[in-house]
């Protein structure tokens, strides 16, 4: 069994994980791990939940990894491993500026091309909206980046007078007949539309089909959207998984 950590903007989710099952979460907001007493207390709480063969770590904050760093070796043998562009991902990394690829990005590649062959189109729904592809060669080429939902949201009740913070749901019809339901239109509708628009235009550069995965904290409201072959919440910490144990391989 390992620890599979991945340290979002938002919270951090920490699965023990046999092969490519999850057993067991503790979930709790990034916030905490930014002070090495929240860090250790996260830290102390894994290693009460249980021990481990090895921790695997992908992080998109920089500015806790120190703490968390110092405070699983603290709890844990052997100390964690960060998921780095060198490491032994098990697919080549066919970008301009590797080491500016986040590490949540190279697990999802990983995870969906050993799920779901190549070439295939990760979406990831999370803080920010992230588009991950691998290419027919089943190499990492890249994709795109835009705001996330609960960003969107958030920016139109900080930056108007009127609209308030709404609580992000499926809409159903195009037409709110009030604020909140205008506001959950325009953001899932606006999605859908966004989100179908890169995926063709990705295709066509990939030069024909590619099935594509949502992934991440929104995903499961796009379920019934018609556009995703693969609905998998947690394919990010199976590509952890996967890294774990190339980087351990035997043989």
Same mark, same amino acid.
């Given at each position: 069994?390992?620890?599979?950590?991945?340290?979002?903007?938002?919270?951090?989710?920490?699965?023990?994980?046999?092969?490519?099952?999850?057993?067991?979460?503790?979930?709790?907001?990034?916030?905490?791990?930014?002070?090495?007493?929240?860090?250790?207390?996260?830290?102390?709480?894994?290693?009460?939940?249980?021990?481990?063969?090895?921790?695997?770590?992908?992080?998109?904050? *920089? %500015?806790?990894?120190?703490?968390?760093?110092?405070?699983?070796?603290?709890?844990?043998?052997?100390?964690?491993?960060?998921?780095?562009?060198?490491?032994?991902?098990?697919?080549?990394?066919?970008?301009?500026?590797?080491?500016?690829?986040?590490?949540?990005?190279?697990?999802?590649?990983?995870?969906?091309?050993?799920?779901?062959?190549?070439?295939?189109?990760?979406?990831?729904?999370?803080?920010?909206?992230?588009?991950?592809?691998?290419?027919?060669? #089943?190499?990492?080429?890249?994709?795109?980046?835009? *705001?996330?939902? #609960?960003?969107?949201?958030?920016?139109?009740?900080?930056?108007?007078? =009127?609209?308030?913070?709404?609580?992000?749901?499926?809409?159903?019809?195009?037409?709110?007949?009030?604020?909140?339901?205008?506001?959950?239109?325009?953001?899932?509708?606006?999605?859908?539309?966004?989100? %179908?628009?890169?995926?063709? =235009?990705?295709? =066509?550069?990939?030069?024909?089909?590619?099935?594509?995965?949502?992934?991440?904290?929104?995903?499961?409201?796009?379920?019934?959207?018609?556009?995703?072959?693969?609905?998998?919440?947690?394919?990010?910490?199976?590509?952890?998984?996967?890294?774990?144990?190339?980087?351990?391989?035997?043989?």
């Amino acid at each position: 069994m390992i620890w599979a950590v991945l340290i979002g903007n938002t919270r951090t989710v920490a699965a023990l994980m046999e092969k490519n099952k999850i057993l067991k979460r503790v979930v709790i907001p990034t916030s905490r791990l930014a002070s090495r007493a929240g860090a250790g207390a996260w830290a102390k709480r894994m290693r009460k939940a249980s021990n481990a063969e090895g921790i695997i770590v992908a992080s998109v904050v *920089p %500015r806790v990894d120190r703490a968390v760093r110092i405070s699983l070796g603290r709890w844990f043998t052997p100390k964690p491993e960060f998921v780095l562009v060198g490491s032994k991902l098990g697919i080549t990394v066919g970008v301009r500026k590797p080491s500016q690829v986040g590490a949540d990005r190279l697990a999802n590649a990983v995870a969906a091309k050993a799920l779901f062959g190549a070439p295939v189109i990760v979406v990831d729904f999370g803080t920010g909206t992230t588009f991950d592809v691998v290419d027919r060669k #089943g190499a990492y080429a890249g994709g795109a980046i835009l *705001p996330g939902l #609960g960003i969107s949201l958030r920016a139109l009740h900080d930056f108007t007078a =009127k609209i308030p913070l709404v609580k992000f749901e499926r809409a159903k019809l195009a037409i709110g007949r009030t604020t909140e339901e205008a506001v959950r239109s325009g953001i899932y509708h606006g999605a859908v539309g966004t989100t %179908r628009e890169l995926l063709l =235009k990705i295709r =066509k550069e990939l030069g024909g089909g590619a099935p594509a995965i949502a992934t991440g904290g929104w995903c499961g409201h796009f379920r019934d959207s018609g556009l995703f072959s693969h609905i998998e919440p947690d394919l990010t910490l199976v590509g952890l998984s996967l890294i774990w144990k190339n980087n351990h391989a035997t043989h």
